[in-house]
């Protein structure tokens, strides 16, 4: 008898745990939507971890990029345009209509050597970099003049920071960021996040380095 309340009462406790939805004192409900809220998991780390990845499979120390997706698990159906939208990011989108991932996820795409007209595109997620996939260029691509080197964006490290700038800058209460987007517009190196909400959707842009810019309604 002493055996079986004991099996009992752990059954019983086992249920309240798997029941109760909670991390620690917070209820699992508001701590998902909370890290949905800041970003669903876009931080340096998560850059740092992808490029990491992606030079030691290239063998370079240095990534030549053309476009930089970075995406929370929350990212389904969100719009990014704006008017001044580079051509590589048009087309980007154009091969990827679907981002969405369970997983916050950071896609690149890059060039394999300085000077070679060739693509390839990666997508990084889990902590593990898939394999290449081969993008189409045409001869009209202006590869020298989209591309950038990954070590020019020292914002990448401050993606926590750049994540909550684009909320307060919003000023959406039930806004989540669910993109972040790396590329050359013009002559300047932008990350430009989107912050969306039920109601409407905010382009939030920053320069090379993270500072902010301005901010637009989509």
Known sequence: MRRHGWLR??????????????IGAVDRADFEHELRGRGGGLDGALADSALAAL????????????????????????????????????????????????????RLRVRGEPGARRLDDYCFTLGALGTAEPVRVSAFDDLDGEGFTTGEVTGLSRLTEIVDTALAR???????????????????IRMVANVSSPRTEMIAEFDRTGAFLRIQQA
């Open 55 to 106: 030079r030691e499979r290239l063998g370079t120390g240095e990534v030549q990029a053309n476009v930089i997706l970075l995406t929370a698990p929350n990212s389904t159906g969100f719009r990014l345009v704006l008017s001044d939208q580079p051509d590589q990011v048009t087309r980007f989108f154009a091969a990827h209509p679907d981002t969405t991932a369970r997983q916050a996820a950071v």
């Open 9 to 22: 009462a752990a059954a019983l406790g086992l249920l309240v745990v798997m029941t109760s939805g909670c």
């Open 170 to 188: 919003s000023e959406l209460p039930d806004g989540q960021v669910t993109v972040i987007v790396v590329s050359r517009f013009g002559r300047e």
